[in-house]
């Protein structure tokens, strides 16, 4: 079964439902590579977020926004 964007964002939606202060950009980034790595097929889109989400632990460079993260959450991807 695809794992789709509406997927992805229920599961991130609730990861960071679980974070009673900032961010844990550790903690979303091994989240999404576990997401990435178990799941065969993937919607393109969704692939390309969970390698950028997957890289958020790399520096800050690399992180998105709380608004960005909770955004996607929300189901609202641009």
Known sequence: ???TK???SVELAAL???MPGAVDYVKVSSWAYSAYVS???????VSKLLVALG???LGPEF???ELELRQIAGGNQE
């Not at 799941?39 to 889109?45: G, T």
Request: hydrophobic letters at 40%.
């Open 1 to 3: 079964m695809t794992y």
């Open 6 to 8: 509406r997927e992805l």
């Open 16 to 18: 960071l439902a679980a």
């Open 39 to 45: 799941n065969n097929d993937l919607e393109p889109e």
């Open 55 to 57: 890289a958020m632990d």
């Open 63 to 65: 992180e998105f926004s």
